[in-house]
């Protein structure tokens, strides 16, 4: 890294006056480390009359030669090669190892594999110089499904009925051979169609107060989904104003609401 560009970004220009003392020095280090290209930062001063000679000792990050993988598929390689947008000549650092190690957890884990290991190897370049090699190493384990799906607090509506408002999160059971693997988007799609469900009956207050998830054996996992489902509401009255074209009769039949039935307030957006 050319001095110019360290002094600039620093804010260490020769010539320039400081008081001391300041938080000129520290903030300048500051500034270094927020380039995150370095892995250590020391500085050393001279004073020699009203003059400062500051010697900044910078030892830089090394950098990515190769980016690998093992104990998976060239497939799935590839793919993770791409999700995680990892080139050749990144800057390695603990936090470049620890978000890119979730990201890779989160992948499998979305594929059912919940319980996967990640670990990571760093070897020299054997031929660059202040160059290294990282090897994601997974341990995928057994996967995962949906043994049990279970809520709290539910007086209206049984589990089973809850259940059949989820579209891709279900349980196993010997009547569902579809795949039942853990998908934690989906999972949170299900959640609102669950509260639409609940809405749609009347209970426009519902929400779901907490969600777990917890293991079984070393196949299966269980949800529960605590509920709190509120009160049920009613329309009271239904006012028509300003309709010249239709009768009032007519626009309550054409929109299905009435004085005492249900309020379902995704329905009345949808028709109004």
């Known amino acids: 890294i050319d001095n110019s560009i360290l002094r600039a970004s620093s804010g260490l220009i020769p010539g320039d006056s400081i008081y001391l003392p300041s938080n000129f020095i520290s903030t300048a280090i500051t500034r270094l480390w927020n380039q995150r290209l370095f892995s ?3 500085v050393g001063a001279t004073i020699e009359g009203d003059s400062l000679d500051l ?6 990050r090394p950098r990515v030669n190769y980016w690998r993988f093992e104990g998976i598929s060239k497939s799935n390689q590839k793919d993770l090669l791409e999700k995680l947008k990892l080139k050749r000549g990144t800057e390695l650092s603990d936090y470049v190892i620890d978000k890119n190690s979730k990201l890779i957890h989160k992948y499998y884990a979305d594929k059912g594999f919940r319980n996967a290991e990640v670990s990571v190897r760093i070897d020299n370049d054997s031929i660059l110089k202040q160059a290294v090699n990282v090897t994601f190493i997974v341990d995928r384990k057994r996967k995962i499904k949906i043994g049990e799906i279970n809520f709290t607090g539910n007086e209206e509506f049984s ?3 809850l ?3 989820f579209k891709k999160t279900h349980q196993k ?4 051979f579809r795949g039942a693997k853990f998908n934690e988007e989906d999972f949170e799609n299900d959640k609102e169609l669950l509260l639409d469900f609940y809405n749609s009956k009347g209970f426009r207050n519902a929400n779901i107060v907490a969600d777990s998830i917890y293991a079984i054996n070393d196949k299966r996992m269980g949800i529960t989904l605590d509920i709190s489902e509120g009160n049920k509401y009613y329309i009271r009255n239904v006012s028509w104003i300003g309709n010249s074209v239709y009768e009032t009769d007519e626009l309550a039949r054409m929109f299905g609401v009435e004085k005492g039935s249900i ?3 995704k329905s009345i957006v949808q028709d109004a």
């Open 40 to 42: 250590d930062i020391r």
């Open 55 to 60: 010697e900044v000792f910078l030892k830089e």
């Open 159 to 161: 589990d089973k009925r």
């Open 163 to 165: 259940r059949r408002t």
């Open 173 to 176: 059971s010997l009547n569902f």
């Open 263 to 265: 309020y379902d307030k």
